[in-house]
């Protein structure tokens, strides 16, 4: 069975940092691109960052791009977005997705973490 | 960037209704299109991909369709536990972008 367990979320100051963390399990990660979304509080869905599953590609959207870094450890079977200069407009929760399709990142997102809250606030 | 226009933002159907949730992208995107269906404090779950393919274990009352670049998820025969929010996506490139959803109430 497919887990994907994110940690790592919390209350933070804005212009801080942290680190979110997804454990994945149930499937041969080093296979698969890895994905995070996040969601504001009663907001739609907003694609973050997502990286191929060597690691050697990685795309973000433009509001977090040079503050948020996706990375992975696939001997460690996790998956990682650190996020640093955050803004209030980074509150969200964070889920890692990733497809039943192995090989490419963009796809469709078939398995979803619980999510991980991060506010931003002072 | 690829813009998903998502309608209605929001429905009341009955029990038994046929309901159908509209997405038009702003530019080709293929069938590079799925489907999610989102309940209140919980992960969004996968029900269509590639446009019209249904997801394992999602019921047959579910449908997508494609006209162009007018993507529609259709729900046949609606049950209380079909409440929830809908959201489209495309996967044709990046940046990947959802629609702004819909919430759909069970009267």
């Known amino acids: 069975e497919v887990q994907l367990v994110e940690s790592g979320g919390g209350l933070v100051q804005p212009g801080r940092s942290l680190k979110l963390s997804c454990a994945a399990s149930g499937f041969t990660f080093s296979n698969y691109g890895m994905h995070w979304i996040r969601q504001a509080p009663t907001k739609g869905l907003e694609w973050v960052a997502s990286?191929?599953?060597?690691?050697?590609?990685?795309y973000y959207r433009d509001s977090v791009k040079g503050r948020f870094t996706i990375s992975r450890d696939n001997a460690k079977s996790t998956l990682y977005l650190q996020m640093d200069s955050l803004r209030s407009e980074d509150t969200a929760t964070y889920y890692c997705?990733?497809?039943?399709?192995?090989?490419?990142?963009?796809?469709?997102?078939?398995?979803w973490g619980q999510g991980t809250l991060v506010t931003v606030s002072s | 960037d690829i813009q998903m226009t998502q309608s209605p933002s929001s429905m009341s159907a009955s029990l038994g209704d046929t309901v159908t949730i509209n997405c038009l992208a702003s530019?080709?995107?293929?069938?590079?299109l799925s489907w999610y269906q989102q309940k209140p404090g919980k992960s969004p779950k996968l029900m269509i991909y590639g446009a019209t393919n249904l997801e394992d274990g999602v019921p047959s009352r579910f449908s997508g369709s494609r006209s162009g670049s007018d993507y529609s998820l259709t729900i046949n025969s609606l049950g209380y536990d079909d409440e929830g929010i809908y959201h489209c996506h495309q996967y044709y490139e990046y940046p990947l972008t959802f629609g702004s959803g819909t919430k759909l109430e069970i009267k």
């Open positions: 530019q080709d995107i293929g069938n590079y």
């Open positions: 990286i191929s599953p060597s690691g050697g590609s990685t």
């Open positions: 997705a990733t497809p039943d399709y192995p090989g490419i990142t963009t796809t469709w997102f078939a398995y």
